[in-house]
């Protein structure tokens, strides 16, 4: 019996050591992955995520209760089996709901493809009553099914192909999310919104990561004669020195169809060595274009200290006027990082600050917008506002723990006027062009408190069993309070971070 027991053990930990593949998990499960790739591995890159492995050192590993100290080569498929299922933050006890997911999860490694698939379903209700002003919509989920009751009520479907050209390409392809950035949140790309259909080339070599990312995305916002949307990204990365990163990332999204012509996937924008700008205007359009700049330094062996930019629009003259010119469109991010505080392993610390200007993100049309069902592809609270955030953990072996808190102040659309924090309403009803500054509107100062407990089943499907309180008090500038605290007990298979911090 305990023969078999090791054998399924086995089983469960196949990886090659030769291969590449990708490494899925929420913050605290990635945390040995950052300080390994930080500190203790050359010419690695953190900016991306999921995390690309090319070797497979069991200290990196979360453990769970299936360890990955046991690797050995393998060519078979794994099937293992995901859930779950917590109580609706529901504000109510009286309507108290259950949200769940389940279904199978499929992995297969050999020297050359990784693949990993998800088939279920999910059913859950969602607490809508603090978006009132914006879209419903079920977080990181996609759209609900009947906005009476705020609820969803669909498959799941989602995964990743990918094939290892060489020692130095790495072509990807999925329904998936992806990560851009080295904070807690990302002005450039994050894990909040629902999967989406990808094509990804990742490429490595020499001090340099460059990626290229082709996506589809949906949007039911605004009529149209298609509800798709394209688009292209690239992201390059480059390490300086030991302890210095520099990054470059630019995005440009444009609609699939409109009155002129049905452009689909866009030939123009498929090239992998091209700035967006130039083909934007060479081709006369009014396609979104995104650029951004960053820069990690690490200073020591535990510490990382990170900043970076989102470009939407800008004039320079109405910058150094200092004018508010409505179409200076831009984010900013600084943000610290320390592992092992007072040389305790698996305590560290996050230290952030965001910073939105109205309108950014958002376009003539949601078609063209930074968006994906009724969800930012960035930060959660899109735009117009301002987030400081600081978050304490503790990842030892099983067992998670983190406390975090967030200031947020941000101002939403008032007497049916367009304040810019809506990323998905149209830019052209703005009111005014000059004096525009983050925080109009009708601000709102929120106070978000979350502590976590965790513990870590199965580390292959990220699986936990939690308990989290989420303590939220706003105010807006009326002086109509918004408290809500919810208490949450129960059992997660999740692949990214499950954002309730907004």
Known sequence: MKKNILNIIGLLTVFNVFSQQYIYGDLHSRYKMDKYICFQQENMHTLSKPYQIKSNPSKIFQNGIWDYSALRDSSHITILPF????????????????????????????????????IGFQKGFVDNSRFSFKRPYAPSAGYLDDTNSFSYNNPIFQGIFSYKINDYITLCAGNEK????????????????????????????????????????????????????????????????????????????????????????????????????????????????????????????????????????????????????????????????IFDIFKVDGLYSILEFNSVRPFTYSHISSKQNYGHKNHSLAHPLESNFQEFLVLFGYQKNNLDFSVQYHFQKYGIDSANINFGGNMFEPYINRYGNYNQKIGQGNLVNQHLFILQFSYMISALTNTKVFFRLNSLNSKDINDVNNNNQFFNIGISSSLWQYQQDY
């Open 83 to 118: 859930l779950s299922l917590q109580e609706a933050n529901k504000p109510s006890l009286a309507t108290r709901k259950l949200n769940y997911s389940s279904g199978l999860q499929f992995n297969y490694l050999s020297s050359n493809l990784f693949s990993q698939i998800r």
């Open 178 to 337: 992806n990560t851009f950035g080295d904070g807690y949140r990302s002005l450039w790309l994050s894990d909040f919104s629902p999967a989406y259909p990808f094509l990804k080339l990742e490429s490595t070599f020499w001090k340099v990561k460059y990626i290229n990312l082709w996506s589809l995305h949906d949007d039911q916002s605004s009529q149209g004669f298609s509800n798709l949307k394209w688009a292209s990204s690239h992201l390059l990365s480059y390490n300086v020195t030991k302890w210095m990163n520099l990054s470059l990332f630019e995005s440009v999204v444009w609609q699939n169809k409109d009155t002129l012509v049905n452009r689909g996937p866009d030939i123009n924008y498929f090239n992998p060595f091209i700035f967006f700008r130039p083909v934007e205007f060479g081709l006369g359009s009014a396609d979104n274009a995104l650029l951004g700049a960053g820069a990690k330094f690490t200073i020591g062996k535990h510490c990382i200290i990170y900043s970076s930019i989102i470009l939407d629009e800008f004039l320079l003259s109405e910058i150094s006027n200092r004018t508010g010119w409505w179409g200076n469109k831009y984010g900013i991010q600084y943000g610290i990082k």
